[in-house]
């Protein structure tokens, strides 16, 4: 009888507790661990791929549930059941804990590498909403880390713009913090805290190089890179919290070049830099210095703030009054207000785990955390709205963007030739007899993104977008398209109902302009035919109006490719 006692007490108390077990690692903890270095969180989706386990899981009663670590040779996950404030209720689970916890048959699941399985049938319950009339002409770049993008609002309003402002790259991206845009340019850089790189894309997102080091990769140099901050000479100074230069912000010239430690002093696991008329203030992740103050030069001054009233300080601002508002990560975490000689005000903490901050137009706080990104009273802290209505997003840092006229990127294909042309968009009104309100010309195709810039145009008021090349069949957009705060991102390639009347042909997956229209009489007839037979039996080449592929030879194939064309009396569709 006591042997069966043992077995009894073994089966239903100690088995249970050896299989079931939970993480040594609690919530608390495993947010700044990975907060801090997120090479955990990339080795433990990593782990959950190799298991075919999910990396995140998001219920329609939103919990969401992201796997973060590893503890015994087994991902880690945290389940967070506030997204506003993550630490209320917030626990860490390993997947057989939470299988039994949570049903994910009706959740979002991703299994990484692109496996997502929407088992909740929530049709655009998941997807980012665009609103439709951003008030500002300044927008803000916001990095976004889980899917490696950088997203775009509105500085008035903060409503959303683009949710692809620069689109979820992988291969350039792995922990996108900061994003600013270049000094005297267009160009935009990111901090990458696992690249340990600053990354340059070009105003269309479009990755051109790094940036910093301009010699590439360097450990000793930067390692777990944060935020970053222009000098008044526009040198570049960039926050290191690892490695050989670690607890420094080092200094990099207008062309990425090192110059060396800018601060080496009072630093512990920086994490932003804001510039004051006279000084520069440095946060940071761990104590005893939570804010540090120094002069223009780099020179410690003092410390700013220290207390318990402030724990891993991220991003800051100063609001016009004096104050610094500063976005806490870790308990008590919220936006954590100081006087202009940094005395502790109050702490608006209905939402915690915040990394970014910024004061919009309208006189409210925007500020980021793990789950999601907010609109908060400024007297209060209540939640107004969240600008971002899917789960599963992380985001960063807040930064402005400077669009003087209204910016359309744009980006087509034509069906025969894989170049980029001289391609002239046109912004026509939204009613009849459709006029011409401006036109703008740049190099385009190839369904690479390209910019347009309408000085006569204005945001909020809808337009029909018209390209065409010296060959192309002009093609109008499906329905007008409205700017939001001066930025137009209108993609043809996507669906052929992005045109007017399903005015394209599909090649190789990519709706495609037609081409052949020689003559821009909106028509492919026999005109062009004769046009480009004409051509070929002189055996034309170079750049040439009938050379349809881009071959540098007019011949069959080009002649092919408009006659087919012609033979289906492929015309102009417009309003």
Not at 55 to 74: C, L, R
Not at 99 to 107: A, F, G, P, Q, R
Not at 296 to 320: K, Y
Not at 341 to 353: A, F, I, P, S
């Amino acid at each position: 009888m006591k042997n069966l006692s043992l077995i009894v007490f073994f089966i239903f108390f100690v088995l249970p507790s050896i299989l079931f077990g939970s993480p040594k690692t609690g919530f608390n903890e495993l947010l700044i661990l990975t907060e801090e270095n997120p090479d955990l969180v990339r080795a433990a989706h990593q782990l959950a791929i190799s298991r075919d386990l999910p990396v995140s899981i998001v219920s329609p009663n939103k919990i969401m549930i992201n796997v973060m670590s590893i503890e015994d040779g087994k991902p880690v996950y945290i389940v967070i059941t506030d997204f506003a404030d993550p630490y209320n209720g917030g626990y860490t689970a390993f997947y057989d804990e939470i299988i039994n916890k949570v049903n994910i048959s009706d959740s979002r699941v991703d299994y990484g590498k692109g496996r997502v399985f929407d088992y909740s049938n929530s049709g655009n319950y998941f997807q980012p909403v665009l609103k439709d009339f951003p008030t500002s002409t300044t927008v803000l770049m916001v990095p976004e880390s889980t899917r490696d993008r950088v997203f775009l609002f509105d500085a008035f309003s903060g409503d959303l713009i683009d949710s692809n402002f620069i689109p979820s790259n992988s291969t350039e991206f792995s922990t996108p913090i900061h994003a600013l845009q270049k000094a005297n340019g267009t160009d935009i850089i990111v901090s990458d805290q696992i690249k340990d790189v600053v990354q340059r894309f070009d105003q269309n997102g479009i990755y051109k190089s790094i940036f910093a080091p301009s010699t590439g990769l360097n450990n000793a140099i930067l390692d777990n890179i944060r935020g970053m901050a222009y000098r008044p000479n526009n040198n570049l100074l960039v926050t290191v919290g690892s490695g050989a230069s670690a607890n420094t912000i080092q200094e990099f010239d207008a062309g990425g070049n090192s110059i060396g430690p800018f601060i080496s002093t009072n630093l512990t696991s920086p994490f932003g830099i804001l510039y004051l008329q006279n000084n520069i203030l440095v946060s940071c992740s761990s104590a005893p210095n939570d804010v540090s103050k120094y002069d223009l030069n780099g020179n410690f001054v003092s410390l700013f703030h220290s207390s318990t009233n402030l724990n891993f300080a991220e991003q800051m601002i100063q609001l016009g009054n004096g104050d610094i508002v500063v976005a806490a990560f870790s308990l008590p975490s919220g936006l954590v207000i100081l006087d202009s000689t940094g005395n502790y005000k109050r702490t608006l903490n209905v939402v915690t785990g915040n990394r970014g901050v910024y004061l919009l137009g309208n006189g409210h706080y925007l500020t980021t955390s793990g789950t999601a990104i907010y609109e908060l009273d400024s007297a209060s802290g209540a939640i107004i709205r969240s600008l971002v209505t899917s789960t599963n997003f992380s985001f960063r840092f807040i930064s402005e963007y400077e669009l003087v006229n209204p910016t359309l990127r744009l980006t087509v294909n034509l069906e025969s030739c894989p170049l980029q042309n001289n391609f002239k968009a046109e912004l026509r009104s939204s009613s009849s007899p459709y006029s011409l309100i401006d036109s703008s010309s740049a190099l385009a195709g190839s369904g690479i993104a390209s910019t347009f810039n309408f000085p006569n145009a204005a945001s909020g008021v809808g337009y029909y977008i018209v390209a065409k090349s010296n060959n192309s069949l002009e093609t109008w957009s499906s329905n007008p398209q409205v700017f939001k705060s001066n930025f137009l991102n209108y993609n043809f390639t996507t669906e052929s109902a992005k045109a007017f009347g399903d005015n394209m042909v599909n090649n190789n997956g990519s709706w495609s302009f037609y081409q052949g229209d020689i003559n821009q009489d909106e028509s492919i007839n026999l005109d062009d035919v004769l046009l480009v037979y004409n051509d070929a039996i002189n055996f034309v080449s170079g750049n040439a109006v009938t050379d349809l592929n881009c071959d540098n030879l007019v011949d069959l194939s080009d002649l092919i490719a408009v006659f087919s064309n012609s033979s289906n009396f492929v015309h102009v569709i417009r309003p």
